[in-house]
């Protein structure tokens, strides 16, 4: 099976009057694991079924290497699809189950034979081809819908939230084998996800997708470290947001004072931060892990002063929840590794939060 890239240009689709899909453009490559990630109702799975080809959009072309499959009927389009509710004939074997997409193409009884076995022990069910879909478990009742997908070697597999229904600690092992899977069959992979973890652990790329539009598109590490907006950032990861003023530009930094707090230069600021205006209202985002604290008055360059409210101990790090004049009540987290003085602050102290060189992180103010 060699993957195929996948193009979509401006598809949109509109339920009534509002947008499901609004635009969305994206270029997938040959053999590439992209994720399209996003809160419930962001459009998610309208954009799959668009590329499946159970629904039609209202503009736009997705194109499969060359062929612009837009209108193409779901069975000529040779995509694979596994949903989250397994969808799995329950009347059929497991064997009859995954041979079923070969038998509507008429191969041999030979050839599919052949073919499910591979299947089955792609997916490390050899010898389960006799069984009926209630005699497995979830996860092997998902693999088999995976063997299925897979079984007639489409160029391209959607997957709509396919572990979504299994407990953590199975979903977690078969993120691993579903990535494993399509690394050895080269195909090209569109998985689809609310959980930002499974995103990022699973993907060459990630897609964020808010209120069917595309947030923004790139490696997990582009994501974690640039996030286009507070959206971005506070979806993937934990994100701190301090409340700031913006006072101006100058000497190559974005002067904030955050409230509560000294004025400070920023190097790091943010694709928006060039548009913003003097004593425009702002957000300061840092991420737990580039915060550390120190007692109060010690060192130089703290974003803001703070009493310690709590210590949760998490074995590799220590993680702070800080209380500062600033963000209404919202409680800073610092996560510090165990030791460099970590292990010496105490609930109540009054401490100086300290940003890393280019933490930080400036956005127009969200509600976030
Ligand atoms: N068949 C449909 N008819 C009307 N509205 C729909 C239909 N399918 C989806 N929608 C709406 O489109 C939006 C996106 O839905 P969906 O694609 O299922 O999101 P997601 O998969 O990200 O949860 C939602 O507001 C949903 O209510
Ligand atoms: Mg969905």
Known sequence: MIGEALTLQGLEKRYDASFA?????????????LSILGPSGSGKTTLLTMIAGFETPNSGHIMIGRRDITYLAPN??????????????PHLTVAANIGFPLRMRRMSKDFIRRKVDAALAQVHL??????????LSGGQQQRVA??????????????????????????EALQMEVKGLQQRLGATVVYVTHDQEEALTM?????????????????????YRSPASAFVGDFIGRMNFIDAEYLGHSNGGHMVRPRGGNVITMEAASDEASLFAALQAVSIAARPER?????HGRDRGAILTG???????AGSFFLFFVRTPNSDGRLLQIQMPVGHGSSLLRQGDLVDILPEASALRLFSKTEA
């Open 21 to 33: 899909v609004n635009g969305i453009s994206l270029a997938i490559r040959a053999g590439e694991f």
């Open 76 to 89: 000529r389009r040779n995509i694979g699809m596994v949903f989250q509710r397994y969808a799995l004939f």
């Open 126 to 135: 050899d010898g389960y081809g006799d069984r009926y879909p209630h005699q």
């Open 307 to 313: 009493t310690i409210d709590a210590i949760v101990f």
């Open 146 to 171: 995976v063997a299925r997908a897979i079984v007639f070697e489409p160029p391209v597999l959607l997957m709509d939230e396919p572990l979504g229904a299994l407990d953590k600690k199975l979903r």
């Open 291 to 295: 915060l550390s604290l120190a007692p």
């Open 203 to 223: 993907s060459d790329r990630v897609a964020v997708v808010a209120e069917g539009r595309l947030a923004q598109v790139g490696s997990p590490l582009e994501l």
